[in-house]
């Protein structure tokens, strides 16, 4: 049987149960969520995760973590990666697994930097890198062994870093329309979470698509589709997800 390891990093994000937690459990960013949604729809007995956490270390997805607050920082970086590189370079050592992906942001994956020599002949790493939704589509592939419905979308409309409906050109780069989104959410505008399947990430917040269209472009929600607003939203370069 191919057997697979998978590395993430924590998230900011946790739930505040006072109680002690299964790290998989307590951390409520959207990788997490994602790994969840297939370790409740998939067997997993082929699967072992570890979690990078800026204050544990790398530990097993299994253990029992209390909620707390530290940010991984050069200082704290540096304080545990002999310990990380030990414990990874252990699990790789045992020889059992045949693919490891290490999805992490750059904080995290800057402290594997002693594992090069430690891999067997017949294990593939692979690294995402790059934004979210880029690193989610390469983590759904790796779990599902599929791209998710999303990137499909996503390929299939050009971007063109400008898009128009009715009439109104918007000519803005992803970093300003995001910008655009987190003002809207912290004055309130709107309704935001009021989506069916399709949605947009915002600092691990799901908004509707017409939403941000209707911030970006000035129109009343029910003037346009929920299509033509997925479809202008991906012509500017904004990843498209789904809950299907």
């Known amino acids: 049987m191919v057997k697979y390891l998978l590395i993430i990093n924590c998230s900011k994000s946790k739930y505040s149960d006072v109680e002690n ?3 998989i459990e307590r951390y409520n ?28 270390g790398l530990i097993s997805s299994h253990e029992l973590i209390p909620n707390y607050d530290q940010k991984m920082d050069k200082k704290r970086s540096q304080e545990i990666q002999s310990s990380v590189n030990a414990k990874f370079c252990e699990l790789l050592q045992t020889g059992v697994y045949n693919r490891c992906l290490l999805c ?9 930097n002693e594992y090069k020599e430690n891999i067997t002949k017949n294990l593939i790493i692979t690294i995402a890198t790059g934004t979210i939704g880029k690193k989610l589509s390469i983590l759904h592939q790796w779990l599902y062994g599929s791209t998710p419905e999303y990137l499909h979308t996503l390929k299939e409309n050009t971007i063109k870093g400008k898009a128009t409906l009715k009439g109104i ?19 309130g505008q709107g309704k935001p979470y009021n989506y069916q399947t399709w949605y947009v990430l915002v600092d691990d917040k799901k908004v509707s698509p017409k939403w941000l269209v209707s911030l970006l472009t000035g129109l009343p929600v029910s003037s346009f589709h ?19």
């Open 21 to 23: 937690l299964p790290a």
């Open 29 to 56: 960013g959207v990788v997490f969520r994602v790994v969840r949604k297939f370790l409740r729809q998939q067997t997993s007995d082929h699967l072992d995760i570890f979690i990078l956490s800026a204050k544990f």
């Open 104 to 112: 992490m942001s750059q904080d995290y994956l800057q402290i594997f």
């Open 169 to 187: 050109e918007v000519n803005l780069g992803t970093s300003d329309i995001l910008a655009i989104a987190k003002q809207g959410l912290m004055e």
């Open 226 to 244: 929920s299509i033509k607003a997925r479809q202008m939203l991906q012509q500017l370069g904004i990843e498209i997800y789904s809950d299907l």
